[in-house]
């Protein structure tokens, strides 16, 4: 027979020099997890955007917190897909923790971390916990433990006391059979005592009158278009705008693009202003909405006013 070495007896495997150059490239920019977030936010990758977002937070140039993100560029720093991203998305809005809002031009996502909202959850979890391990000493934790863990001996008399206790107290004479007590659970319910037969309607497919978006099919797929031409993920928009107008999960955004979309309409069919004159843009027609170096965006010039019409349309 042959023997097997032990594996810690194995020499440890050996990468070559490429293979770590490669490790060194792409293991620069690891994701900072905060474990409690995905406890407030609600599940394992709400907490791992809410922990990205709380990265980003304190670097962005806005005086109100906001900052903007695509979807490719979540997806480039997080690792979530698209459907993960929405899903995680709206849990975090749900509680409170994240707020979103469309701005620009063209218009992308921004977003906004409730922080009074945050420490009031990390307050809460912290209260559960206390609560949770009220009265019991942690030395009296530790002291059982090392009893348990110390004497096998004990170990296993206790389980078979346990074992005993169990048995004692189930013989045949007082253990209901599963037929028996299906009936008498029967009987009770006919007569109204006690039992409660749930009798919940089965699924329905979503018809006409239970969709949930309050916009109309065409509107959800010009914010499809709409992202689909500004780059943020969007590679099936006939599909996605059927999604949303079945589901209303993004109506507020798209309340927002629809009214953003309006400004610019309104805007167009007014007579030209001059420029030269907008305190932000200084005639460039361009601002930094997030500060220098953080993108750029077409100004709209509202500090100018009717009266500052350019001389050759007056």
């Known amino acids: 027979m ?3 070495r032990n594996s810690s007896d194995q020499p440890a495997a050996q990468i070559s020099a490429e293979s770590q150059a490669l490790l060194q490239q792409l293991l620069v920019r690891p994701v900072a997890y905060f474990p409690v977030f995905a406890r407030i936010g609600g599940g394992a990758t709400a907490g791992l955007l809410l922990s990205q977002f709380f990265y980003w937070t304190p670097r962005t140039n806005n005086p109100d917190g906001w900052f903007y993100k695509t979807q490719v560029e979540c997806k480039e720093e997080t690792g979530l897909t698209r459907d993960e991203q929405d899903t995680a998305r709206r849990r975090l809005a749900q509680r409170g923790l994240v707020e979103e809002k469309l701005a620009g031009l063209p218009a992308t996502r921004h977003f906004r971390i409730n ?9 809460e979890a912290q209260k559960e916990d206390e609560t949770k391990f009220a009265g019991i000493p942690q030395s009296s934790l530790r002291d059982s433990r ?7 001996t004990n ?3 206790a389980n078979q006391q346990a074992n005993t206790e169990s048995t004692a107290e189930i013989t045949p004479e007082n253990t209901p059979t599963p037929r028996a007590e299906f009936s008498t659970k029967k009987q009770q319910a006919k007569k109204g005592v006690g039992v409660a037969i749930s009798k919940e309607p089965a699924k329905k497919r979503v018809g006409a009158s239970e969709l949930k978006s309050q916009h109309t099919l065409d509107d959800c797929r010009a914010y499809a278009d709409h992202l689909r ?16 107008f079945a589901t209303g999960e993004d109506d507020k955004q798209i309340t927002e693009f629809l009214s953003s979309r309006q400004q610019e309409a309104t805007a167009a069919t007014q007579p030209p202003l001059d420029t030269s004159r907008c305190p932000d843009c200084k005639g460039s027609g361009w601002i930094y909405p997030n500060g220098e170096g953080n993108g750029v965006a ?15 349309a007056a």
């Open 115 to 123: 922080m009074a909202r945050v420490v009031e959850l990390l307050v």
């Open 2 to 4: 042959s023997q097997h």
């Open 146 to 152: 090392k009893l348990v863990s110390a004497n096998p």
């Open 229 to 244: 031409a500004t780059g943020q993920g969007i590679t099936n928009p006939a599909g996605f705008a059927k999604k949303i």
């Open 298 to 312: 077409r100004c709209k010039h509202p500090k100018l006013t009717a009266s500052q019409i350019a001389p050759e």
């Open 155 to 157: 170990r296993s008399a």
